[in-house]
């Protein structure tokens, strides 16, 4: 009988992801090859049978990505930050797979809760006016620095910040909505846009929101017979991006597991909307449109007279 690679799982506990990997509890030790799962209730690693980490979702409290080295080169790694009983403070391991990126997002989706603008709302409320200045500030922005945050609202001191995160802001969160809402991290991935941020704070779950819309670089060209639309889409596939004309207004859609692209654009001139083209090359988009014959563009006293 062929004996199952599986190692055993508790009762009702069911296996969401499973893929061979490395893990890195320490940079002495160095790392390990073997199987990762994530399942309903843990995320663990075994080596032939053998669990050598585990830890329950519910520890995790936060899940990143970052460089390290690996075999001859640097390469992304997820570092899983996580609680253990009886010890104070946060511990931290590394996994790698092929699949990392969904592993990431998967293991955030099932310990974060998605930070909504009423979320912040709820957390704001009980604090004082600059701790909310603090707090709005990452919520627009995603992140800062200990430095942005000290300017932000003219802090005497660093450790100024420092106190009020650890002790005023992040202590609030927890009570309202059963978590931390900030963490720090010596080097993340920014997901909008692909940057590596070092040594900042981060509003935790903020990269979930899929209401979230970041705004879109574009311009608009009057080239004589046609008009030019070029806009930034940042990580979309050419054939994801969907074009819809009505009249004198373009909208463009294109889907990302990390944004929803929706930009509605009013254009100066009716357009044969039968006569366009797109290109798409380097997170840049260009769309070219063909004008109707025999109708100027329209300028602002004009629209203004239209809407009388």
Partial sequence: MRRSRKPPLTEGEQVILCEQGG????????WKLGHHYLTNKRLFFSQAMRVVFETPLACITDVTAEERAFVLGRKNVICISYRRPKVEGTSKARIIMASLETWRKKIYEMIVPPINEETVNEVTE????????????????????????AELVSAPTHMDILL???E?????????IGNPILSFEKS??????????LFSWWLIGREQLGERRKEVLLDI??????????????????EDILLKMEKDKLTVFANTPNNEYREEILLPREIDAENLT????????KIRLKKLRGRG??????DERERQ
């Fill in 23 to 30: 893990y890195l509890s320490n940079l002495r030790t160095g």
């Fill in 221 to 238: 060209f009057d080239e004589g017979d046609y008009i030019d639309v070029v806009m930034e889409l940042l990580g979309v596939q050419e």
């Fill in 126 to 149: 009980e604090l004082d006016s600059v701790d909310q200045e603090i707090l709005w500030y990452l919520w627009q922005n995603g992140h800062g620095t200990i430095n942005e945050l």
């Fill in 188 to 197: 993340k991935i920014d997901s909008e846009t692909g940057e590596k941020i």
């Fill in 297 to 302: 563009l329209k300028t602002a006293g004009q």
């Fill in 164 to 166: 009020r995160i650890r």
């Fill in 168 to 176: 005023v802001i992040n202590p609030t969160a927890e009570r309202i």
């Fill in 278 to 285: 797109k290109k798409y090359n380097n997170n840049i988009l």
